[in-house]
């Protein structure tokens, strides 16, 4: 099973989580308190392959949290925490209710150039045909 991240960069979020793995004790200790089950060594390895790209493996989302924890725990802040809170990369605008009257103005105008246009192409086209109807009886 494949461990499908939410993040567009994975290299980093992998670092972070390895960063707090690191920050409260290290792949044996952690994944010791995760899996209490398994001898520590066999622990450390799932954790490690785990925290490896290239395997794949599948964390939970409340084994994430434990590290997480540990690592507060530990040190008193997660590195993963702090990438998960990092703002996206985007710009946010505040609209006024100014901006929206002026837009809707714009818009307006807009339109009414259109309507405008439309107006006299069938202003146009009224006139073509009476001309058309003027020529048929005066034949």
């Known amino acids: 099973m494949e461990q499908a991240l939410l993040f567009q960069d994975e290299a980093a979020y992998l670092a972070a989580l390895a960063a707090d793995v690191i920050a ?3 792949d044996k200790i952690v994944g010791h308190k995760l ?12 954790l490690s392959n785990a925290l490896n790209s290239k395997q794949k493996q599948l964390l ?3 084994e994430i949290q434990q590290i997480k924890l540990f690592s507060r725990i530990a040190v008193g802040h997660s590195q993963l925490h702090a ?3 990092k703002p996206l990369d ?3 605008k505040w ?9 809707a103005e714009a818009s ?21 045909r009476s001309q058309e109807l003027n020529r048929g009886r005066a034949r």
């Open 24 to 26: 409260a004790g290290g």
């Open 35 to 46: 899996w209490g089950h398994l001898d520590p060594d066999t622990a450390g390895r799932k």
């Open 60 to 62: 939970k989302h409340h």
């Open 83 to 85: 990438f998960e809170s």
């Open 90 to 92: 985007c710009e946010l």
């Open 95 to 103: 609209t006024t209710a100014e901006d929206l009257t002026k837009r």
């Open 108 to 128: 307006a105008a807009r339109m009414m150039d259109v309507a405008l246009g439309i107006q006299e192409e069938l202003r146009r086209a009224n006139d073509l």
